[in-house]
């Protein structure tokens, strides 16, 4: 067949299915020379590319996290997570989901037991005060573009980069018991950096221990922008651009790109960046198109998210230990008064403190580190007062913790019997936050597909 000809789907002249729909699946050939259609690039790809920048920038207020279905969850997870959480809900567009797939990694073999988990930590979720008015609440296996997103940056990660992230070789260590030299686990922080990029988070709160991961999907996504960023005569276009400043601005971006590319001058880049803001006479497409040139690398067609650092209240469980389910330590935001009271009540103290007349020291007591997240100052000079003293004994210490952490609890079981009672409203949440997250979703893999050449339909 000559190269200008090619089957096509048209139906042949004189085909009889052509003015009725055709209800078979018939291949009809014409061999009439056929002209190549333009390609869907050019002015609809650009455009598409522009609207999804103009998003991109939103990217700056909105957060992502999640958190792996455990079940039940404990004081640790509230004063570790959920308290910023909440926080965080009424100053950014947030995120929040149910890791699922992210228990596979480790959990594959006990995988039954994740539903009950899934619906247990939704359901604290919002007993500690989570807002589906306020924050978008979805499980991550409702939104198959993560695993789709995950699937095309796999493409383009060099191993290397997923064996050198730190908690690879800890989590091994530490989870002896489980196999886990698996290809899901190896590729588990990149099916994170698929969950921030594919809603163009900016910012994921992280303790210290998960910034690697953050690092690394700024490499991702730095390494896509490069890539597929890169229009035809991305060069051409950027001079162009350049053009479009006045001549000062001109020569001062020139001189500050040099400085940059040239001796890696952080400051540069940062003067450079303010530069491009200040340009009235710049549309969006060419200052984006101009940020990309600065470093050297095409558009920014996925954001490179920071680490919002959080500082996480270290918890320690009835043992002193962190706490944890896996120590049996814990305190369950769901728990009943009395086993409150009884918990706290046989918690560990600092071992100097043997008999009532001993002193002790309160940065030897995990108790203390309780009166330190839920007791006022006054109390807290009462405790370290009558401490160091022996003027009080551990039980008068630990009355008005036991308070305190009752009136928070009392607050949390009562919002958390009503989704008990409703477990139909519990889904209709997570139905409903998963349905926006989706669409949020589909619009960026519209674009990666399309960059990536694979818009086809
Ligand atoms: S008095 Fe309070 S802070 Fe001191 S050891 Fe006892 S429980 Fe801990």
Known sequence: ??????????????????????????????????S???????????????EFVLKANNAERRILSGMRPTGRLHLGHYHGVLRNWVKLQHEFECFFFVADWHALTTD?????????????????????????????????????????????LSMITPLGWLERVPSYKDQQAKLKEKDLTTYG???YPLLQSADILVYRAGKVPVGADQVAHVELTREVARRFNFL????????????LAIGRMGKKSQRLYRDLRKRYLEQ??????????????????????DRER???????????????????????????????????????????????????????????????????????????????SLHKLYSDADTRDWVVEGCTTAGIGCIDCKRPLIESIQQDLAAMRQRARQYEEQPELVKAIIAEGSEHARDQAKETLEVVRSAMGLGYR
């Open 264 to 285: 890696g001058d952080g400051e540069a880049l940062e003067r450079a960046r303010a530069l491009l803001d200040e340009q009235q006479n710049l549309s969006l497409a």
């Open 108 to 152: 594959y073999a006990e995988s039954l037991d994740i539903e009950q988990s899934v619906w247990d930590m939704v359901i604290d979720w919002l007993a500690a005060g989570l807002n589906p008015g306020s924050a978008t609440l979805f499980i991550q296996s409702r939104v198959p573009e993560h695993a789709e997103l995950h699937l095309l």
């Open 185 to 187: 686990f190896l590729g």
């Open 36 to 50: 190549r259609p333009e390609p869907r690039s050019s002015r609809f790809l650009v455009d598409q590319i522009v």
């Open 1 to 34: 067949m000559p190269a200008s000809w090619s089957l096509t789907l048209r139906r042949a002249k004189g085909c009889r299915a052509e003015r009725e729909p055709c209800s078979r699946v018939r291949l009809c050939y014409d061999p009439r020379p056929f």
């Open 228 to 239: 597929y960023g890169r229009e035809p005569g991305f060069e051409d276009a950027a001079e």
């Open 290 to 368: 101009l940020t990309g040139y600065l470093e050297g690398g095409g558009r920014l067609l996925l954001p490179e998210p920071d680490a919002l650092l959080t500082e996480s209240a270290k918890v320690p469980g009835l043992d002193g230990e962190k706490m944890s389910k896996s120590y049996g330590n814990t305190i369950s935001l769901r728990e009943v008064p009395e086993e409150v009271d009884r918990k706290v009540r046989t918690m560990k103290t600092d071992p100097a403190r043997a008999r009532r007349t001993d002193p002790g020291d309160p940065e030897q007591c995990p108790v203390w």
